[in-house]
């Protein structure tokens, strides 16, 4: 919960009136938000070198009814991985491109053991994704 309320934080650092920030849990999120969005931040962990099932969750209840609807949507990604996330990051990003996202960085994976710096950058993944909503760069 670090991660994802540093990502929050940050998205919301800039106290824009622009810029509305709806996070949910990847169980709790639908299709009906993406819809809705103007852009995305997914995160995830590395479980057994793929994505969380909560994370496969929301591509499965979401894919389809977003497909057609979000083609060049911006997203940016954030992974948690205890090894080294290539297999995490190839896995959402086969989902993603297949819906067409556009991703507006690269993404940031967070290897190996706890870092406080982790805190840090996914407040700066939020702030960067809100600024460039906000500017209407993406």
């Not at 540093?6 to 810029?19: C, E, H, K, R």
């Not at 990051?89 to 067409?100: H, K, N, P, Q, Y």
Request: hydrophobic share 40%; with cysteine; proline share 4%.
């Amino acid at each position: 919960m670090r991660l994802f309320d540093a990502v929050v934080a940050g998205a919301q650092a800039d106290g824009s009136q622009d810029i509305e920030v709806v996070a949910r849990s990847p169980f709790e999120a639908g299709p009906e938000d993406v819809l809705a969005a103007s852009g995305i931040i997914l995160g995830t962990t590395e479980n057994l070198g793929y994505m969380s099932g909560a994370l496969k969750d929301f591509f499965d209840r979401s894919y389809y009814p977003c497909l057609e609807e979000t083609q060049g949507r911006p997203y940016c990604l954030f992974i948690r991985a205890g090894h080294d996330g290539t297999g995490t990051r190839r896995a959402v990003e086969t989902i993603v491109t297949g819906l067409r996202w556009r991703a507006v960085q690269e993404p940031l994976i967070m290897r190996g053991d706890w870092q406080d710096a982790f805190v840090e950058q996914c407040h700066d993944l939020g702030a960067a994704m809100a600024m460039g909503l906000e500017a209407g760069i993406f």
